[in-house]
């Protein structure tokens, strides 16, 4: 594309004097063949970086979105959800577009700028000089710009991130808004947030208008002035018209080409604000490791609490663990209970490796924890949550979630030891029904069931049943409780709040205020008159049918 101007002015010269039919014939398939080379590698050369761009984006995101969920849980909690979907989307999108496409962009500007150099000093070096006034010019107001563009991109992404997480938490509370009638009040807060964003985008183009308006005075006093001098140089006869039009073309293009250098500099500059973010998530390294090792051929299953003093990363002040010892045996059963925020869920996060203790140690048939091989450890300690989490997949792919290879009667069987079986295959297509995103189309005591059906068809060494079955009916909960009870060798951890689950533990452990305080079977606790026995006489006296304590 180079060479379109420069023979421009030769058809020009040959037009403006003698005319030489093979010389002119020449010039126009030159032009011809260079402006049909210069369509065919730009198409190839755009083309080439498309695919680059897409397949850097998907490979950028599919990498950040691996990184994420390697983060430790006190990384989630302190990150708000609309960030980690704002990097996630929009920034690795930016990225790559800026890696991919301004590289493209950057990479032909440069080099036509370079040849375009050359063919005006061939053409006129008095008039290249005079050209080069207008780059200083040009600089200064681009890195004015610059300063206070680049500012105003990280305030919008940020404000943009801002709104993504209202609006993800609005519709994931929606049925807690639509309870308030809190509506319109959280349609006001987004406007708001919307407003911010748009306040800020305002700034933004009024910076870039004024950037482009002082811009374009700048090229055309530059003009103006080449004009003129171009014209005492011909009339002298230092150079024809018609190399003075190629010069003019030249220089037009030459202005183009070094707004686009300095715009696409600037635009990679601006999108490192996105690449930092992306990158630091990258690169970040998760202080809960999961590169344990070792995989026993056998497990016992015996659970051992090794004075763990614990606070949450949030609240290094404040501990809500301190000194915590006591056991979980194979082929027991062992109840943890307490007022609430004495710290039980706090030991089961522990247990599943959500957080580290800041001192003592959980042990494994004698050996930390955080010496097993992740997948290993998990598939061996199950937990089962009060409000279990399910997936928009199938009864049974959330049944075997996380297994590589799970056989349909394993599924069913599991089912069948969580008392699941039965309404599973009355629903419309039976395993394979959607539950919904959530979990939203059944109810809260089919996905308990659901989910201890997902923890037993792991056939697990130590089962967590962390109210479990506080959403199920008595005659379900018995059920369930003898299923588990045929599986001699597993240890089971059980948070309860119905007291018949806690009478027939083989050992209770009260927590009160983040401390062991009372340990023993059910009538030695009652017994002992302490902490146990003051909850249990409180909640019979409410009329509350057993509950030793719920958190």
């Known amino acids: 594309g ?7 002015g030769q058809v020009i010269d040959i037009l403006g004097s003698q005319y ?101 000093f061939s053409l006129s070096w008095k008039l290249t000089l005079l050209i080069f006034i207008e780059s200083p010019l040009t600089i200064l107001i681009q890195k004015m710009y610059n300063r206070y563009h680049m500012r105003l991109v990280l305030q919008v992404q940020d404000s943009i991130a801002r709104s993504n997480q209202l609006a993800g938490e609005i519709v994931s509370s929606i049925k807690t808004v639509r309870s308030f009638a809190a509506e319109d009040l959280e349609s006001e807060l987004f406007e708001k947030k919307l407003q911010e964003t748009h306040q800020l985008k305002n700034k933004r183009d009024l910076v870039t208008a004024v950037y482009l308006l002082c811009h374009r005075l700048a090229q055309l006093l530059t003009q103006v002035v080449m004009l003129y001098c171009g014209q005492l140089l011909v009339s002298d006869g230092q150079m024809t018209s018609g190399n003075l039009i190629a010069f003019i073309l030249y220089q037009m293009n030459f202005g183009d080409y070094v707004r686009t250098l300095i715009h696409m500099w600037s635009e990679m500059t601006h999108s490192v604000g996105a690449a930092e973010k992306v990158f630091e998530y990258l690169d970040r390294k998760p202080s809960v490791r999961t590169d344990g090792t070792l995989v026993p051929e056998s ?188 599986e001699p060798a597993a240890a089971a951890l059980v948070i309860a709040h119905r007291l018949k689950t806690v009478q027939r533990a083989d050992r209770i452990v009260v927590l009160e205020g983040g401390r062991v305080v009372e340990r023993g079977t059910h009538s030695q606790l009652m017994e002992l008159g302490g902490c146990y026995s003051r909850m249990v006489l409180r909640q019979f006296t409410n009329g509350e049918q057993g509950a030793a304590g719920g958190e």
């Open 2 to 8: 180079l060479f379109v101007p420069y023979y421009t």
């Open 20 to 120: 030489d039919q093979r010389i002119f014939l020449f010039a126009i398939f030159c032009m011809c063949a260079t402006s049909m080379g210069s369509s065919i590698a730009a198409g190839v050369r755009g083309g080439l970086f498309m695919f680059t761009m897409s397949r850097l984006n998907k490979r950028i995101r599919s990498q950040l979105f691996s990184s994420l969920v390697q983060q430790e849980i006190a990384f989630f909690d302190a990150t708000k959800t609309g960030d980690i979907t704002s990097r996630l989307s929009t920034d690795t999108a930016l990225m790559s577009r800026s890696v991919a496409a301004n590289a493209n962009i950057l990479l032909r500007s440069l080099v036509n700028t370079l040849g375009i150099i050359y063919f005006m």
């Open 299 to 486: 497990l016992q299953g015996h659970l051992e609490f090794k004075d763990v003093t614990f606070s949450y990363p949030a609240k290094p002040d404040i501990q809500v663990l301190q000194d915590v010892s006591f056991e979980v045996r194979a082929g027991e059963v062992t109840a943890l209970v307490g007022p609430s925020g004495g710290g039980k869920t706090t030991c089961v996060s522990l247990l599943q490796r959500f957080y580290e203790p800041q001192s003592g140690h959980i042990l494994l048939d004698g050996r930390p924890i955080k010496e097993y091989e992740h997948k290993y450890y998990h598939s061996k300690v199950a937990l089962v949550g009060q409000e279990p989490t399910l997936f928009a997949l199938s009864v049974r792919d959330n049944i075997r979630y996380g297994l590589d290879h799970c056989p349909q009667a394993d599924v069913a069987a599991a089912a069948q030891s969580a008392s699941a079986r039965d309404f599973i295959e009355r629903m419309d297509q039976g395993f394979d029904t959607d539950v919904g995103e959530a979990g939203g189309q059944i109810s809260a005591g089919q996905k308990q069931r659901i989910a201890i059906a997902r923890a037993l068809v792991r056939q697990p060494r130590i089962l967590v049943l962390d109210e479990a079955t506080s959403s199920l009916d008595t005659h379900t909960e018995l059920s369930i409780q003898q299923a588990l009870a045929r």
